[in-house]
């Protein structure tokens, strides 16, 4: 079973978007207590700020199974919304890159991958799918990046219920994959976590526990 410790910073890369303040990620041993006690965490905090920590990967689409992860989030971003351009923010996110045919990319997909590209010195991946935190839609709904449609969001948790306790997950990568974007998945190529509260200008933290995939 892979496993991406959050307590290993080595295994991390942080990634910067251009424009924007970085979230701070640290390890925190005093973070929010579990079920045995208190734990070590990777705590993030944004403060109108956006950037994420990833970690490379190359695992074929076949091989994909099970996903499991945890986090801790104290409260909500006021006015977030995932769906609208300019309300685009969460306490957390756990993000997949995958591979694939980039001749079904639109011009417009294209042309942002191309854009990326020269900015950041990397290809928009073929397809981006996020776990996150919504304030509003049902658990389960899939919300639709309003910038592009390479990147689709899965609500795994939704409004006040959950907040200030470890929140644990098992996702089928596969059958998610299919249900956000309607076919197989391509190579997993990478991993990463995010907090973000750039476009409300806002504030938020949160916790993230240990990563494996089997």
């Not at 705590?43 to 994420?52: E, F, K, N, Q």
């Not at 996903?67 to 909500?76: G, T």
């Not at 397809?127 to 709904?141: D, E, F, H, Q």
């Given at each position: 079973m892979p496993t991406w410790s959050v307590l290993d910073l080595s295994q991390w890369q942080a990634l910067p978007l251009p424009g924007k303040m970085a979230t701070h990620y640290q390890l925190d041993r005093q973070a929010p207590a579990d079920q045995h006690g208190a734990?070590?965490?990777?705590?993030?905090?944004?403060?109108?700020?956006?950037?994420?920590?990833?970690?490379?990967?190359?695992?074929?689409?076949?091989?994909?199974?099970?996903?499991?992860?945890?986090?801790?989030?104290?409260?909500?971003?006021?006015?977030?919304?995932?769906?609208?351009?300019?309300?685009?923010?969460?306490?957390?996110?756990?993000?997949?890159?995958?591979?694939g045919d980039r001749s079904q990319f639109s011009a417009k997909d294209s042309a942002l991958s191309e854009l990326t590209?020269?900015?950041?010195?990397?290809?928009?991946?073929?397809?981006?799918?996020?776990?996150?935190?919504?304030?509003?839609?049902?658990?389960?709904?899939?919300?639709?990046?309003?910038?592009?449609?390479?990147?689709?969001?899965?609500?795994?948790?939704?409004?006040?219920?959950?907040?200030?306790q470890w929140r644990h997950y098992l996702r089928d990568v596969r059958a998610d994959y299919r249900a956000a974007f309607g076919q197989e998945p391509g190579a997993l190529v990478g991993i990463g976590i995010m907090t973000d509260s750039d476009n409300t200008h806002s504030q938020a933290t949160a916790w993230y526990g240990k990563i494996s995939l089997n």
């Open positions: 734990r070590l965490a990777l705590r993030a905090r944004s403060d109108d700020s956006a950037s994420m920590v990833r970690t490379p990967v190359q695992i074929a689409g076949k091989d994909l199974g099970h996903l499991q992860f945890s986090w801790h989030v104290p409260a909500l971003i006021d006015g977030a919304d995932m769906a609208t351009r300019n309300a685009d923010d969460s306490p957390v996110r756990l993000v997949l890159a995958f591979e590209r020269l900015v950041t010195g990397e290809e928009m991946p073929y397809a981006t799918l996020m776990y996150v935190w919504c304030n509003k839609r049902p658990i389960g709904s899939v919300i639709h990046n309003a910038r592009t449609d390479r990147i689709r969001k899965i609500v795994v948790e939704s409004g006040p219920l959950g907040l200030k």
